[in-house]
């Protein structure tokens, strides 16, 4: 089989922070700089990025902002490649990254490969981050098929992409677009591969606000996605099942969060305890029950064990990104 030629789709908008970082880490791969081009899509930036595209892309598309799925499909339709790669605009491949992803497709079979975040951060919430995606790569790794691509490190034979229509354009922001259309590629019986040495370094969530705030629009979307793929609801090869556990569990946490006041100045499941040494919220039991449920939610869901360190996994430190 030939070696397939490559186009790197980078979605922008109002990324001239990271863009830089993202280019320089395409033009330092191992697969030779005749087998790939790299396209940035500016999805109607307002800062430098239109500028830093150009100086460091191959070819640089503008478009008036839509989101950036339909700047990923504006990037397959003009690409050359055989290849369509996708990578975001605050992400930096490691320089090994084509030539891993890439491999995948010698299986005649395959038809889309996703890789693995990686960080090198040191704060506490950008290593829960990391944790939370290491726990979801390790069950994906054991499953010879997968039904989910997330586009930061994504691959798909650009005859079978554009058959299927691209990314939904009806998702305006980056949330699920990737997830649906992995759903419509697994449904149609496609073969999707998970190559975790193909790696790219991104910048985490640096506090706990960041982090809620991008859950909460996750779970926003996948609401919509979930009606038009009911199929997915109790099985992915992404999501493990502890999660799904959470997602019955979280209502019912900010339910009894919104509720304890009023328990505490009703005085309901007030016992009384001859122990007298009893702090006041063991005596009241339904104070007791939200951090009992968070403990199981975070056990059922981080109770595995700890993953080993960068360095020890093969993460390559040339993209070092300090919080």
């Known amino acids: 089989m030939n070696d397939p030629f490559l186009s790197v789709i980078i979605p922008a908008r109002d990324a001239a922070e990271t863009l830089g970082d993202c280019l320089r880490g395409l033009r330092c791969q191992t697969l030779g700089s005749d087998r790939y081009e790299a396209i940035v899509v500016d999805d109607g930036s307002s800062d430098d990025t239109f500028r830093i595209g150009e100086a460091g892309a191959d070819r640089l598309i503008h478009q008036p902002a839509s989101g950036p799925a339909a700047a990923r499909n504006a990037g397959a339709?003009?690409?050359?490649?055989e290849l369509l790669v996708f990578t975001d605009s605050d992400c930096t491949p490691a320089p090994d990254f084509l030539e891993r992803l890439s491999a995948a497709f010698?299986?005649?079979?395959?038809?889309a490969a996703k890789g693995a975040y990686r960080t090198e951060q040191r704060g506490l919430v950008p290593r829960f981050v990391q944790q939370e995606y290491q726990h979801k790569y390790d069950r994906t790794a054991r499953k010879p098929r997968i039904d989910f691509i997330d586009t930061c490190a994504a691959a798909y034979r650009r005859s079978v992409f554009l058959e299927n229509g691209g990314f939904d354009v009806s998702y305006p922001t980056?949330?699920?677009?990737d997830q649906e259309f992995s759903f419509r590629l697994a449904g149609k019986?496609?073969?999707?591969?998970?190559?975790?040495a193909a790696i790219v370094f991104h910048c985490h969530d640096r506090s706990m606000a960041e982090y809620i705030r991008r859950k909460f629009g996750i779970g926003y979307w996948k609401?919509?996605?979930l009606r038009r793929h009911p199929d997915r609801l109790l099985a992915d090869s992404h999501?493990?099942?502890a999660q799904r556990l959470q997602l019955v569990l979280t209502p019912l946490a900010l339910l009894l969060m919104a509720l304890g006041p009023l328990c505490a100045w009703a005085g309901w499941g007030h016992i009384s305890f001859r122990h007298e040494g009893l702090p006041d919220c063991a005596r009241r039991p339904g104070a007791c029950l939200l951090p009992c449920v968070v403990w199981c939610c975070l056990s059922a869901r981080f109770g595995g064990a700890p993953t080993a360190s960068l360095r020890e996994r093969g993460g390559s430190p040339h993209a070092v990104r300090r919080d």
């Open 223 to 225: 609401a919509f996605l």
């Open 189 to 196: 019986g496609y073969h999707m591969a998970f190559i975790p």
């Open 239 to 241: 999501t493990p099942p």
């Open 174 to 177: 980056a949330s699920v677009e």
């Open 106 to 111: 010698q299986n005649p079979e395959i038809v």
């Open 77 to 81: 339709r003009a690409a050359r490649g």
